[in-house]
């Protein structure tokens, strides 16, 4: 492809902070616009062929071919754009994203990636312009990359769209809690002076956070085979009965060993007293990943941070805040989370 930026070029990232700016650091305006929860694309356009890359700079093309086609026909010069591929499920009315929906059309078959394209099929939500035409718009400040995408997308159609903005942090505020209930992540803050870094972590983002005590059931080793890796945690339902919500991890190497010794009364163990272990689900992303685990009493409560559900689980990897050997096990129910209130998903992306 010949275009006026690198293939691939990596995006720009963002600085988790907790709290809506009302400018930027150091000062300076800031645009604000929602946080798509889906998987990111960088879409190159050479007028005839399509590439999409992924964050990691691996090919997304091949999973989204209505995608393709959408581009090819919609974007008007060539160009390269960055956004978000979302999937929207749900009734006229009551549609929401749905990133279990989404990350199902990752498969190696190609067969069942035409099937999905028809049953699930994928939209791109664009928030930024890297390049127009022959020009690398990479040095310009986000005002103008904004102006320039507003104008590539003029005349885009669902399944494209032109993701909204605002200068009000007030408005901004209002968006982080209602189009939670679309199934949206956040807020994003853009300086409107900062030019497009690569790989920098240059915007800024404002995420729910909540925190639920939740009971640990086991642990994975660590991919060194030293110390424990990662908590195993669970919430009791209405039946009683213990359902994986996800887990916890990023512990220092030291505790990661403290871990171990701290964990190993509560390790269930067989008649010979080698330690029960356990198998647990497999990611499409990283099929060979070992997912064994350690199985534990369900008696140690901790208290965790987390952003939000999908489903029944933890979205993201939780974060450790505390034990809590105050609370009783049984008392870690789903009754505790915090759900939002149902939104629209298209009252945002209109």
Known sequence: MDLPVDLPTEPMLAKAIPDIPASAPGGGALSYEPKWDGFRGIVYFDGTEVEIGSRGSKTLTRYFPELVEVFREQLPEPCVLDGEIIVRTGTPGAERLDWEALSQRIHPAESRIRRLAEETP??????????????????????????????????AAAPLHLTRTTGDPEVARSWLTEFEGAGLDGVVAKPLEATYQPGKRTMLKIKHERTADVVVVGYRVHKSGRGVGSLLVALHDDAGQLRNVGGISAFSDARRLELVDQLDPLVKRDAEGNPVTGEGERNRFSTNKDTSFVVLRPELVVEVRYDQMEGDRFRHTAQFVRWRPDRDAASCTFAQLDRPIAYDLDRVIR
């Open 122 to 155: 994928a939209a791109f939500v664009a928030f930024d312009a890297l390049a127009a035409g022959d020009r690398s718009l990479l040095g310009a400040p986000f005002s103008e990359r904004r102006a320039e995408l507003e104008r590539l997308l003029a005349d």
